[in-house]
């Protein structure tokens, strides 16, 4: 099993970190496929592409078809960006299950699907606020969260680690070998353990399903900060697309409440199941972002696929 870290020539703050990833010890060349380079260190893939970070699909495949190697996990390199320009370093899961068949997603993946989100993106969350903490990052870098969105298309747990917000920020080094240094030690490339396994065997199993909010989930990143939390995906209210009843001459049920919301929720719930074998999830709504017609459909919903709504209690 190999996980494969991948990062893009066209993008400062993917080819940075991974710059300064491959200048720590143990890399040596590997196989290239279909354009693409790669660099080999333990149990750790490094792919170098020259597109858009969400327009090659399906690596984990191509992986496994060109190398006869299992793909376990995939971690991106990436720029973020915001309008209000704040630096930030984030973590997140990425799918678009809220598009329709037939849309078209603005930044890759496949409408109404969402990759397993890498169990690592919560312990790697809290392992990034220290490592960017004990490199002076911190107050100017915000360590955050961001709400599942964008591709590109996979189908093995996946995590996006991206700089965030401009240019002059894509291209700072320091950033950049913060961001190297969370792979390094989080994979356990340095000799240490490894930050974030997932095993059935876990004493604390409960995984944060985060349904509402804003895109950078500031109710749930206050759980998920936290020692010991897990970390599904993350449906902002973008996210959730529903119509008001009150707009409707039928009756007001969930069943006719319109928008892809229902089916944004089963994905991601399949996905996060998928991603935490024997976990227990637990759903947290970010109540204050829902009237009520809304929140009352979401929870009986949710009841339909035997998922509990937790308070921040519950996930300790």
Same mark, same amino acid.
């Given at each position: 099993?190999?996980?494969?870290?991948?990062?893009?020539?066209?993008?400062?703050?993917?080819?940075?970190?991974?710059?300064?990833?491959?200048?720590?010890?143990?890399?040596?060349? !590997?196989?290239?496929?279909?354009?693409? $380079?790669?660099?080999?260190?333990?149990? +750790?893939?490094? %792919?170098?592409?020259?597109? *858009?970070?969400?327009?090659?699909?399906?690596?984990?495949?191509?992986?496994?078809?060109?190398?006869?190697?299992?793909?376990?996990?995939?971690?991106?390199?990436?720029?973020?960006?915001?309008?209000?320009?704040?630096?930030?370093?984030?973590?997140?899961?990425?799918?678009?299950?809220?598009?329709?068949?037939?849309?078209?997603?603005?930044?890759?993946?496949?409408?109404?699907?969402?990759?397993?989100?890498?169990?690592?993106?919560?312990?790697?969350?809290?392992?990034?606020?220290?490592?960017?903490?004990?490199?002076?990052?911190?107050?100017?870098?915000?360590?955050?969260?961001?709400?599942?969105?964008?591709?590109?298309?996979?189908?093995?747990?996946?995590?996006?680690?991206?700089? !965030?917000?401009?240019?002059?920020?894509? $291209?700072?080094?320091?950033?950049?070998? +913060?961001?190297? %240094?969370?792979?390094?030690? *989080?994979?356990?490339?340095?000799?240490?353990?490894?930050?974030?396994?997932?095993?059935?065997?876990?004493?604390?199993?409960?995984?944060?399903?985060?349904?509402?909010?804003?895109?950078?989930?500031?109710?749930?990143?206050?759980?998920?900060?936290?020692?010991?939390?897990?970390?599904?995906?993350?449906?902002?209210?973008?996210?959730?697309?529903?119509?008001?009843?009150?707009?409707?001459?039928?009756?007001?049920?969930?069943?006719?409440?319109?928008?892809?919301?229902?089916?944004?929720?089963?994905?991601?719930?399949?996905?996060?199941?998928?991603?935490?074998?024997?976990?227990?999830?637990?759903?947290?709504?970010?109540?204050?972002?829902?009237?009520?017609?809304?929140?009352?459909?979401?929870?009986?919903?949710?009841?339909?696929?035997?998922?509990?709504?937790?308070?921040?209690?519950?996930?300790?």
């Amino acid at each position: 099993m190999v996980a494969l870290v991948v990062a893009t020539t066209t993008d400062p703050a993917s080819i940075g970190p991974a710059s300064a990833l491959l200048s720590m010890p143990g890399w040596h060349p !590997g196989p290239s496929f279909q354009g693409i $380079k790669s660099f080999i260190n333990q149990g +750790v893939r490094l %792919l170098q592409h020259d597109k *858009g970070i969400v327009e090659e699909d399906r690596l984990d495949q191509r992986w496994e078809d060109a190398t006869g190697e299992i793909v376990d996990e995939l971690i991106f390199f990436s720029k973020h960006t915001a309008v209000s320009n704040r630096p930030a370093l984030t973590v997140h899961p990425i799918g678009v299950p809220h598009l329709r068949e037939g849309d078209v997603p603005p930044q890759g993946g496949k409408p109404g699907w969402a990759a397993p989100p890498d169990p690592r993106i919560g312990p790697w969350l809290r392992h990034l606020k220290k490592i960017a903490e004990s490199r002076s990052l911190t107050p100017e870098f915000e360590i955050t969260l961001e709400g599942t969105h964008h591709g590109p298309e996979t189908n093995k747990p996946t995590m996006f680690a991206e700089i !965030g917000s401009t240019e002059e920020y894509w $291209k700072r080094q320091d950033a950049a070998h +913060v961001m190297a %240094l969370l792979v390094w030690e *989080g994979l356990g490339l340095g000799g240490g353990a490894a930050v974030g396994n997932w095993t059935r065997e876990n004493d604390k199993n409960k995984v944060l399903l985060g349904i509402g909010g804003g895109h950078y989930a500031p109710r749930h990143m206050d759980i998920v900060l936290k020692d010991g939390v897990w970390v599904g995906h993350l449906l902002s209210g973008y996210s959730l697309p529903m119509e008001d009843p009150s707009h409707s001459k039928v009756e007001s049920n969930t069943k006719v409440i319109g928008g892809t919301w229902r089916e944004a929720i089963r994905v991601s719930i399949e996905a996060t199941r998928s991603a935490f074998p024997g976990g227990e999830i637990l759903a947290h709504l970010d109540h204050k972002s829902f009237k009520s017609w809304q929140k009352n459909a979401i929870t009986e919903f949710l009841g339909e696929q035997n998922i509990k709504i937790g308070k921040p209690k519950d996930f300790f």
